[in-house]
């Protein structure tokens, strides 16, 4: 199982960025996937999280500017990423809750993509 996340960048504060995330490789079912950020010196935040449902929960930091979103037939999840601020530089990763045959239920993390906001 792989999560390969893309759509990082740089670009200037009030822009916007989207990032994808796919799973890949043989898997039961996605039951939840999400994104996480790591800013230099900082500890990883949870950024959005979507479930099996469609139900979703954002940081307090991102609520308002960020959507998540996912598609369930493809196994992919995005976030739009508007009115971006210099605070929002960080590596973005995303992560699944994944059943894999012959593992048992747990979260996958992707590589992380860089995104970088410039005042």
């Known amino acids: 199982v792989q999560l390969q996340a893309s759509g990082g960048g740089s670009v200037q504060a009030g822009g916007s960025l989207r990032l994808s995330c796919v799973v890949s490789?043989?898997?039961?079912?996605?039951?939840?996937m999400g994104w996480y950020r790591q800013a230099p010196g900082k500890e990883r935040e949870l950024v959005a999280q979507?479930?099996?449902?469609?139900?979703?929960n954002y940081g307090d930091s991102v609520t308002g500017r960020f959507t998540i979103s996912s598609d369930n037939a493809d196994n992919t999840v995005y976030l739009q990423m508007n009115n971006l601020r210099p605070e929002d530089t960080g590596v973005y990763y995303c992560?699944?809750?994944?059943?894999?045959?012959?593992?048992?239920?747990?979260?996958?993390w992707g590589q992380g993509t860089q995104v970088t906001v410039s005042s």
């Open positions: 992560t699944a809750d994944i059943k894999a045959p012959g593992q048992p239920r747990h979260e996958y």
């Open positions: 490789g043989r898997i039961f079912s996605v039951n939840g």
């Open positions: 979507i479930d099996s449902n469609s139900r979703t």
